[in-house]
């Protein structure tokens, strides 16, 4: 059962990483690691940062056009 276990935990780390889900956990991380006097934004304010970042670059593939 623990190897199961381990197993899922391993598949949901992987599929996390790569969907950007923990990119908020990573960032408030550095923030605490880089700057712990400094404020660290909403999980939504991340988010709306992070979408007009990737709106505002051509190379993303964020938009068709």
């Known amino acids: 059962m ?3 276990r381990r197993a899922l ?3 949901r780390w992987y599929v ?3 969907t ?3 990119a ?4 408030v991380a550095h ?3 880089e700057a712990p006097d400094a404020p660290v934004p909403s999980r939504r304010e991340f988010e709306r940062r992070r979408a007009a970042a990737r709106e505002g ?3 993303s593939g ?3 056009c």
Do not use: K, M, Q
Request: aromatic fraction near 16%; charged fraction near 40%; hydrophobic fraction near 30%.
């Open 31 to 33: 923030v605490r690691r």
């Open 20 to 22: 950007g889900e923990s």
């Open 57 to 59: 670059d051509p190379r």
């Open 24 to 27: 908020y956990e990573h960032y």
């Open 9 to 11: 935990r391993w598949v």
């Open 2 to 4: 623990t190897a199961v």
């Open 62 to 64: 964020f938009r068709c």
């Open 16 to 18: 996390r990483e790569l």
